[in-house]
């Protein structure tokens, strides 16, 4: 046991005397914070229980593995027919895990405060440190805080800390949760007078383009035995540079929480926007006797905004379509494990698509997504939960709501509130209640809670629908027979939330004169990457019913990419974004969903496992509607033309094209004209019916008669090379960095071979370790966390990660019958 807590022990004192340094008052950010938290996420033991053998003990015999967290043990398991997750909770098992970990505390920490931190734990966790008991907490989607000080051996003694994670009960979501510590963990070290958790407020109560007025809300948290006089300075910074000051001296009485406000004024403000995500920095200082013992960040945007009843989404003054996706919080082959990069990747492929806003779908997200969309430029509807009191699952939250709902809300707004990102609250989703008394009772209190810790952003809840109407008779809407959602009528919300029901959109300003409109969830269309049926001009509702299972459907479960499937409650991507796009006062959109997710696979049940709702596939691959969106939400000139050319002979083919900034789109094959094409009215994609005959498809599209662009699709000959490309080849040898590699399968000349379903086998050299692989396939029941996969239509993905060591990390992959490739990533 000795040897084991000597391999275990994290030292964590140097990082502590870090944190702990106390420095004088500067002109320049770098020189003036130091971060008081760090890291806790190395060298823990890790046991999953055998619920037979086990039970609900560890104990001697208890055999440990040694991992970094995040962890998400779920997405380690085997696909099972059999879950108690069911098909919806992806097929993996959840089960009863247990994590524990060694450290030291320097001595010199004794009289501060230690605190410990989890950003996350799925679900139901229990804590102890060194045999103390500190609680628990059922959801898994909340941070929490426990102060650890008065348990703690302090100098060469060491510390154990164990956390039970119990995520047995099945089913408990209508996705996939994952389970296990799988967010970030810290170790907090303050003075006993600090700035409490969470504890500061930032607002701007009025900006223009001369001045912005700021703010501060500062929550002093004092743990002396005595009153202190304490001097509090708040500095705001641009980057580096010094923009305001503002101190204030007050007396805190002993064993006391107490909040103070300032005041300061930002001259010629750089706006927070999406296209320039501007940021600013508040550095609080607390000090002591002209020392400095307490310093605490917060980043802020400075914007105005509000949501007008006939323009929509107004941001700084300027009319903002929100061109949004829903977003569960799986990241694919990773799971549930948090993971910067891999978040950041996914921002980045959805900014490229054109998508400038995000929704939590279901439930509080991590902190780091929400900090990228600070950086990056995202309009976020934060969301804190999917049901209330009466539940959707067997057991899930609705099962702790009358304990731990007003705890969790509260803890989500004030994490939450300081960014900028965030422009609306979203206190449910589909919740049953929505249309009985109960649920606005419920409705009235969260809304409530939330305009209690901020006044400032809109409250909304997605609701399917907020009215239903007649539409047989809706053209004379007078005649329209209209049955009113309860938390729609009950004047709880700010704006009106829509899942679906796009065809009542147009009547919102009749049916809710006085509450702005958004489109909470919209769509639901169904794709699998690269499989297209024979005739794409026929919209087919997959299943025929929510509540009748599907039996129909294609071989494979596959689902055609064309813009043709649709849920029953949705509709295609193109017949809601005409909708959306026509009115100036529908503020916008958010798509079911921007990515595949693991679980809920409609229109099928097992053995699909994973979604096929998104617009990108599960391995980040972009399905071809993802050119549609680019081609009307960015500047980018765009010619996707579609499907593969590898057809039998004589068949014919509906060939699409999405094209932007251009009159026509011309058609050839094999340098004969297929004609020309060009979109008529609403139209968002032209088509023609080809007779297949190998060779080259040409689309060239034109702007008064001058080429805009060219677009070329050949016929592939057999799989013949394997092609591998890095989304980075250099990455940080920090220990969580990621190169997300492609690999396509290419014919002798290089051509995509678009039905190539090779396995791939993967070997790397070097520091680091391959953490994922996945093609996007459905039905895929092959590990995501092995070193072989097999591809998707051509095309598959492996993630790299990095160690804590600088060097070459070389990737090689092979497959019978092809040509091995590899690739070099440096990790420095």
């Not at 919806?88 to 001595?107: D, E, I, P, R």
């Not at 440190?129 to 650890?148: A, S, T, W």
């Not at 147009?506 to 639901?524: D, L």
């Amino acid at each position: 046991m000795k040897n084991k807590r000597k391999y275990l022990s994290k030292t964590v004192s140097l990082l502590m005397l870090t944190a702990g340094i106390l420095l004088s008052s500067c002109s320049k950010k770098e020189d003036v914070f130091v971060n008081r938290k760090v890291s806790f996420n190395s060298d823990w033991s890790f046991h999953l229980n055998d619920s037979i053998a086990d039970k609900d003990t560890i104990g001697t015999t208890t055999k440990w593995r040694t991992l970094n967290v995040p962890h998400d043990w779920s997405i380690e398991g085997k696909f099972d027919e059999k879950s108690p997750a069911g098909y919806g909770g992806g097929s993996l098992n959840g089960g009863l895990g247990w994590y524990k970990k060694t450290f030291k505390v320097n001595a010199a920490d004794s009289t501060k405060v230690t605190s410990i931190t989890f950003d996350g734990v799925y679900k139901n966790s229990e804590v102890w440190v060194n045999g103390h008991y500190l609680g628990k907490r059922p959801n898994g989607y909340i941070g929490f805080q426990y102060e650890i000080s008065s348990y703690l051996n302090y100098g060469e003694k060491d510390n154990e800390i164990i956390v039970k994670v119990d995520n047995s009960k099945q089913p408990n979501s209508r996705w996939y949760s994952g389970s296990g510590i799988f967010r970030n963990v810290w170790i907090e070290t303050t003075d006993k007078l600090h700035v409490a958790q969470w504890g500061t407020y930032i607002t701007t109560p009025k900006v223009t383009a001369e001045k912005a007025s700021i703010h501060l809300e500062t929550t002093i948290k004092n743990q002396y035995p005595a009153s202190k006089k304490a001097t509090i300075t708040t500095t705001i910074f641009k980057e580096d540079t010094k923009v305001t000051s503002v101190t204030q001296d007050i007396t805190i009485g002993t064993n006391a929480d107490q909040t103070i406000k300032q005041e300061m004024q930002v001259d010629a403000p750089i706006l927070w926007s999406v296209e320039k995500p501007e940021l600013y920095t508040a550095v609080t200082e607390i000090s002591l006797d002209d020392k400095i013992i307490d310093q605490y960040k917060t980043n802020f945007g400075i914007r105005n905004f509000k949501f007008d009843l006939n323009k929509g989404f107004i941001l700084n003054g300027k009319q903002v379509k929100i061109k949004g996706v829903c977003l569960h919080h799986d990241l694919g082959a990773l799971g549930s494990a948090i993971n910067t990069r891999a978040i950041e990747r996914q921002l980045e492929i959805l900014k490229g698509m054109g998508v400038n806003g995000i929704r939590t779908s279901h439930n509080p997200p991590a902190s780091e997504l929400l900090e990228l969309c600070d950086k990056m430029g995202f309009i976020v509807m934060d969301e804190a939960f999917d049901m209330w009191k009466v539940s959707k699952t067997k057991y899930d939250y609705s099962n702790d709501w009358d304990k731990w709902h007003k705890k969790d809300l509260i803890d989500q707004l004030l994490r939450d509130r300081n960014h900028p990102s965030i422009f609306i609250w979203s206190i449910g989703n589909e919740i049953p209640q929505q249309w009985d008394e109960s649920g606005v009772t419920i409705a009235k209190e969260l809304a409530a809670i939330t305009r209690q810790y901020d006044k400032t952003r809109p409250i909304t809840a997605a609701m399917n629908p907020p009215v239903n109407m007649d539409m047989k008779v809706s053209m004379q809407f007078e005649k329209a027979k209209v049955q009113y959602n309860a938390i729609a009528a009950s004047g709880a919300l700010d704006i009106i939330g829509y899942n679906y029901a796009h065809q009542t959109y147009e009547y919102h300003q009749k049916n809710f004169p006085n509450t702005p409109f958004i489109a909470t969830e919209t769509t639901s269309a169904l794709e699998t990457r690269g499989y297209y049926d024979a005739v794409s001009d026929s919209i087919k509702n997959w299943p025929v019913r929510w509540d009748i299972k599907f039996t129909q459907g294609n071989p494979g479960n596959t689902v055609s990419a064309y813009d043709q499937v649709q849920a029953p409650w949705g509709s295609t991507h193109e017949a809601t974004w005409k909708v959306i796009k026509k009115y100036d006062f529908l503020s916008g959109m958010f798509i079911w969903t921007g990515f595949d997710y693991i679980g809920e696979p409609t229109p099928y049940e097992w053995p699909s496992v994973s979604s096929y709702f998104g617009v990108v596939d599960l391995a980040g691959f972009p399905k071809d509607v993802y050119y549609m969106y680019q081609s009307e939400w960015t500047n980018k000139t765009v010619l996707h033309l579609f499907p593969h050319w590898n057809w039998k002979a004589g068949q014919t083919v509906d060939v699409w094209a999405y094209y932007n900034n251009a009159d026509e789109v011309e058609l050839f094959l094999n340098g004969k004209s297929v004609g020309v094409r060009s979109k008529k009215g609403d139209d968002l994609h032209v088509m023609w019916k080809v007779p297949f005959e190998a060779g080259t498809l040409k689309a060239i599209s034109r702007k008064n008669g001058k080429t805009v662009l060219e677009s070329e699709i050949k016929t592939a000959g057999n799989p013949s090379n394997l092609k591998l490309t890095a989304d980075r080849s250099t990455i940080k040898a920090d220990g969580n960095d990621l190169s997300f590699v492609t690999v396509d399968i290419l014919d002798a000349k290089g051509t995509l071979a678009p039905n190539a379903n090779n396995e791939i086998n993967f070997s790397l050299k070097g520091d680091g370790k391959i953490v994922g692989v996945c093609s996007g396939d459905p039905v895929s029941h092959e590990s995501y966390k092995g070193s072989k996969h097999t591809a998707l239509n051509g095309k598959c993905l492996v993630i790299i990660q990095s160690s804590t060591k600088t060097g070459r990390l070389e990737l090689t992959a092979k497959a019978n019958g092809l040509k091995e490739a590899a690739i070099v990533i440096t990790a420095e």
